[in-house]
């Protein structure tokens, strides 16, 4: 009598089947074929646009929560380690856990042992008990001790807040499940806040009209300056509107045919006051006299001069604005004859929280729905600060380009009276 569990066979007139018998010794148990169980290992072109999307939202959170938990774990060491080191050393972690945190601050414990064992600890800096704590676990060290973190931190209730927030995409990325746009949103959010709060530096070069994000600070420089890129201006203005880009600016030059970003959707007072508070301006129009104009119109399919009358327009209103200024010089107009090849407004060029929004012109597109690059500043900061970092030529990044580009034709283009 055998001791094995015999599984019964399958459908009868399969391949090796006859007459309902199997051609195995006793106490086996046979295996169903693939064509038997009927399962579809194959992935479709919906299901794995599907998987990609889950995997591009994953990583940005994990990056998000990979700062945030290696941030917090450094504040929590800076502030408790002296209170508790000097007495009860290495184990300083588990004396700070107390009996209420015997459980998690153990089970910390023995995953490091097993990590030693295995040769897993492979930077001997990981090799300490704070390196194990998960973020639940170092927040519940800061919230215990409230009273040593108080003198560094106004609002306890804000770090709780964040670190709340923060759990459920925590939860949803720890187990691969689907991780939607809203959480993600909520957890850039949440995280960008709470390493504000912590002091990480995160956003230093950042003027605050297009805050530097983690993602772009750990993988900007495999792209050269580009931080974002906009099928056309419509989804450019909902996440960076005019009033963001040109508000605040001590520099704004712009090129371009009509300039219409600038012209049509920031007012002339709103410019009057940028002026007067000390914003050096520098415009450059296409000449809507030249016959470049007169080829754009053919092309995207205008009437004959309307192109030209629009240009004139936004022309004639610039020149009121400027003339309002107590300082007229500080607002320049020029135009330019050349064919046009882009239109770009570099803001606060000269410093290294500058931006740039620069368009392409497509030979059928109108301006208003042509791609958009959005460009950061500061690139020879950049480069100094990746010099000798594995795959970093040492070029400066896009923003400078077009910053050169836009001085050659303001050399050689002529002043608007």
């Given at each position: 009598m055998s001791g094995g569990l015999e599984l019964p066979p399958g459908d009868e007139g399969h391949e090796g089947h006859e007459g309902g018998s199997v051609d195995a010794p006793p106490g086996a148990v046979s295996l169903a074929r693939p064509l038997e169980i009927g399962a579809e290992?194959?992935?479709?072109?919906?299901?794995?646009?599907?998987?990609?999307t889950r995997a591009r939202r994953a990583g940005r959170a994990y990056i998000w929560l990979n700062l945030v938990e290696q941030r917090l774990r450094a504040v929590v060491a800076a502030v408790l380690r002296p209170v508790y080191e000097p007495v009860h050393g290495d184990e300083w972690v588990i004396a700070a856990a107390g009996p209420a945190g015997q459980e998690w601050v153990q089970r910390a414990v023995a995953v490091r042992e097993v990590s030693r064992r295995k040769g897993y600890l492979l930077d001997p800096a990981d090799d300490n008990i704070v390196s194990f704590l998960t973020l639940p676990q170092l927040r519940e060290l800061m919230v215990q001790h409230w009273p040593c973190f108080e003198p560094y931190f106004d609002d306890r209730r804000e770090v709780e807040l964040a670190l709340d927030e923060l759990e459920v995409a925590r939860n949803i990325v720890s187990r691969n499940r689907a991780l939607s746009e809203t959480v993600l949103a909520q957890a850039e959010r949440a995280s960008a806040r709470l390493l504000d709060i912590l002091g990480s530096g995160i956003g230093t070069r950042s003027s605050g009209r297009l805050p530097i994000d983690a993602v772009e600070d750990l993988v900007g420089d495999r792209y050269a300056d580009v931080v974002g890129v906009h099928a056309d201006r419509v989804r450019l203005q909902r996440q960076l509107p005019a009033e963001d880009l040109f508000?605040?600016?001590?520099?704004?030059?712009?090129?371009?045919?009509?300039?219409?970003?600038?012209?049509?959707?920031?007012?002339?007072?709103?410019?009057?006051?940028?002026?007067?508070?000390?914003?050096?301006?520098?415009?450059?129009?296409?000449?809507?006299?030249?016959?470049?104009?007169?080829?754009?119109?053919?092309?995207?399919?205008?009437?004959?001069?309307?192109?030209?009358?629009?240009?004139?327009?936004?022309?004639?209103?610039?020149?009121?604005?400027?003339?309002?200024?107590?300082?007229?010089?500080?607002?320049?107009?020029?135009?330019f004859d050349e064919t046009p090849r882009f239109t770009a407004y570099l803001v606060d060029g000269d410093g290294p929280d500058g931006l740039a929004v620069v368009q392409t012109y497509l030979r059928r597109s109108r301006g208003m729905e042509s791609p958009v690059l959005v460009l950061r500043g500061g690139g020879r900061e950049v480069v100094r600060q990746t010099a000798g970092r594995e795959g970093s030529d040492g070029e400066a990044g896009l923003f400078e380009t077009y910053r050169e580009e836009f001085e050659s034709e303001w050399a050689d283009s002529r002043p608007v009276s």
């Amino acid at each position: 009598m055998s001791g094995g569990l015999e599984l019964p066979p399958g459908d009868e007139g399969h391949e090796g089947h006859e007459g309902g018998s199997v051609d195995a010794p006793p106490g086996a148990v046979s295996l169903a074929r693939p064509l038997e169980i009927g399962a579809e290992l194959d992935w479709g072109a919906d299901a794995w646009t599907e998987v990609r999307t889950r995997a591009r939202r994953a990583g940005r959170a994990y990056i998000w929560l990979n700062l945030v938990e290696q941030r917090l774990r450094a504040v929590v060491a800076a502030v408790l380690r002296p209170v508790y080191e000097p007495v009860h050393g290495d184990e300083w972690v588990i004396a700070a856990a107390g009996p209420a945190g015997q459980e998690w601050v153990q089970r910390a414990v023995a995953v490091r042992e097993v990590s030693r064992r295995k040769g897993y600890l492979l930077d001997p800096a990981d090799d300490n008990i704070v390196s194990f704590l998960t973020l639940p676990q170092l927040r519940e060290l800061m919230v215990q001790h409230w009273p040593c973190f108080e003198p560094y931190f106004d609002d306890r209730r804000e770090v709780e807040l964040a670190l709340d927030e923060l759990e459920v995409a925590r939860n949803i990325v720890s187990r691969n499940r689907a991780l939607s746009e809203t959480v993600l949103a909520q957890a850039e959010r949440a995280s960008a806040r709470l390493l504000d709060i912590l002091g990480s530096g995160i956003g230093t070069r950042s003027s605050g009209r297009l805050p530097i994000d983690a993602v772009e600070d750990l993988v900007g420089d495999r792209y050269a300056d580009v931080v974002g890129v906009h099928a056309d201006r419509v989804r450019l203005q909902r996440q960076l509107p005019a009033e963001d880009l040109f508000g605040g600016a001590r520099r704004l030059d712009a090129v371009g045919i009509g300039l219409n970003l600038l012209v049509q959707n920031y007012s002339g007072r709103r410019l009057v006051r940028l002026a007067e508070s000390g914003c050096r301006i520098r415009l450059l129009f296409l000449n809507p006299a030249s016959s470049a104009v007169r080829r754009r119109e053919r092309e995207i399919g205008l009437k004959k001069g309307e192109m030209s009358r629009s240009i004139e327009m936004n022309i004639l209103h610039m020149r009121r604005v400027r003339a309002r200024l107590r300082d007229p010089g500080a607002f320049e107009i020029q135009v330019f004859d050349e064919t046009p090849r882009f239109t770009a407004y570099l803001v606060d060029g000269d410093g290294p929280d500058g931006l740039a929004v620069v368009q392409t012109y497509l030979r059928r597109s109108r301006g208003m729905e042509s791609p958009v690059l959005v460009l950061r500043g500061g690139g020879r900061e950049v480069v100094r600060q990746t010099a000798g970092r594995e795959g970093s030529d040492g070029e400066a990044g896009l923003f400078e380009t077009y910053r050169e580009e836009f001085e050659s034709e303001w050399a050689d283009s002529r002043p608007v009276s």
